[in-house]
């Protein structure tokens, strides 16, 4: 038997801008995604000559053939031809769901990372992006990390400079978002705004925070804001206190401020935990 280890980075969308909606129901993107230090341990044991099993600290995860990770290493051992004989995942999770943090879909690419790297590195990284793509959109980004432009459904990657070192709050509110739902939603919109996305890879070629921060948006924060005010109380929290940008991360419900240093990040996170219990203080990765 042999136990693998690996960090399962969580994202935000530093822009996410909708194209069309494709004959295939999903819809055509262009976002900047990026990594964050925020992560979830996961741990694999291989060759246990024993049943499939996941063990997940979190209660409302499922633990069998549901979870993204299992499907990851399924789809591992049936494009890579290797037999994994038997296999025990144990996920730590510190990533909230139903937040536009890409928990899941992050689970599943250290899984697919951790496997090709015991199998000596089988594909190539865009190949295992690749194979990330029949799990979830945005599961290639998660297997590639960094900083990204994500194209198509989130699966043609294209790196980008890395995002300067600053300080990211994150505020996840307890309501959670149907993301097929919120499609449809969208839909029925116009949209009014959109990001600026070339303006943001000049802006991260440059290095300039404020630029970057300035920046940020995403098309369904909007959408989202409107039915739930609570997204316009953190806002303004992270405003007053010094956030160069914020907004909600991809479908929800998650909603971030870059911060001019880590004393404001704090004293925003001090006035968000009277009201919010899941907050974090993280980096870029
Ligand atoms: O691929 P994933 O499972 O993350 O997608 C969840 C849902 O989000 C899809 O079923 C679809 O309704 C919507 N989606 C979309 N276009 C994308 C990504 C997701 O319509 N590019």
Same mark, same amino acid.
């Given at each position: 038997?042999?136990?693998?280890?690996?960090?399962?980075?969580?994202?935000?969308?530093?822009?996410?801008?909708?194209?069309?909606?494709?004959?295939?129901?999903?819809?055509?993107?262009?976002?900047?995604?990026?990594?964050?230090?925020?992560?979830?341990?996961?741990?694999?044991?291989?060759?246990?000559?024993?049943?499939?099993?996941?063990?997940?600290?979190?209660?409302?995860?499922?633990?069998?053939?549901?979870?993204?990770?299992?499907?990851?290493?399924?789809?591992?051992?049936?494009?890579?031809?290797?037999?994994?004989?038997?296999?025990?995942?144990?996920?730590?999770?510190?990533?909230?769901?139903?937040?536009?943090?890409?928990?899941?879909?992050?689970?599943?690419?250290?899984?697919?990372?951790?496997?090709?790297?015991?199998?000596?590195?089988?594909?190539?990284?865009?190949?295992?992006?690749?194979?990330?793509?029949?799990?979830?959109?945005?599961?290639?980004?998660?297997?590639?990390?960094?900083?990204?432009?994500?194209?198509?459904?989130? %699966? !043609?990657?294209?790196?980008?400079?890395?995002?300067?070192?600053?300080? /990211?709050?994150? =505020? +996840? @509110?307890?309501?959670?978002?149907?993301?097929?739902?919120?499609?449809?939603?969208?839909?029925?919109?116009?949209?009014?705004?959109?990001?600026?996305?070339?303006?943001?890879?000049?802006?991260?070629?440059?290095?300039?925070?404020?630029?970057?921060?300035?920046?940020?948006?995403?098309?369904?924060?909007?959408?989202?804001?409107?039915?739930?005010?609570?997204?316009?109380?953190?806002?303004?929290?992270?405003?007053?206190?010094?956030?160069?940008?914020?907004?909600?991360?991809?479908?929800?419900?998650?909603?971030?401020?870059?911060?001019?240093?880590?004393?404001?990040? %704090? !004293?925003?996170?001090?006035?968000?935990?009277?009201?919010?219990?899941? /907050?974090?203080? =993280? +980096? @870029?990765?």
């Amino acid at each position: 038997m042999t136990t693998l280890y690996e960090s399962a980075y969580a994202k935000i969308n530093l822009t996410l801008d909708i194209l069309c909606k494709r004959e295939d129901g999903f819809h055509d993107l262009e976002t900047i995604m990026q990594t964050l230090s925020l992560c979830d341990d996961v741990e694999i044991d291989v060759q246990t000559g024993k049943e499939w099993t996941l063990w997940c600290d979190k209660e409302d995860v499922p633990c069998d053939s549901r979870n993204l990770a299992w499907k990851a290493a399924e789809l591992f051992e049936q494009h890579s031809g290797r037999n994994l004989g038997g296999v025990a995942i144990r996920i730590k999770k510190r990533i909230p769901s139903q937040a536009g943090m890409g928990g899941g879909s992050s689970d599943a690419a250290a899984v697919l990372r951790m496997l090709n790297r015991y199998c000596g590195h089988l594909f190539s990284e865009m190949e295992l992006a690749d194979l990330g793509g029949r799990i979830g959109s945005d599961v290639p980004f998660c297997v590639a990390g960094g900083t990204c432009m994500c194209e198509g459904r989130g %699966e !043609r990657l294209r790196r980008l400079p890395a995002m300067p070192e600053c300080t /990211i709050l994150v =505020c +996840k @509110p307890e309501f959670g978002v149907s993301t097929p739902a919120l499609y449809r939603t969208i839909d029925e919109k116009e949209i009014l705004r959109r990001p600026d996305n070339a303006a943001m890879e000049q802006a991260l070629k440059a290095k300039d925070l404020a630029s970057i921060a300035r920046g940020v948006w995403n098309v369904f924060d909007p959408v989202v804001s409107e039915v739930h005010p609570e997204m316009n109380e953190i806002r303004d929290v992270m405003q007053q206190c010094g956030a160069l940008g914020q907004q909600m991360t991809g479908s929800g419900s998650a909603f971030f401020g870059v911060m001019p240093d880590a004393q404001s990040a %704090e !004293r925003a996170a001090e006035q968000l935990r009277r009201r919010y219990s899941c /907050i974090f203080i =993280c +980096k @870029p990765v």
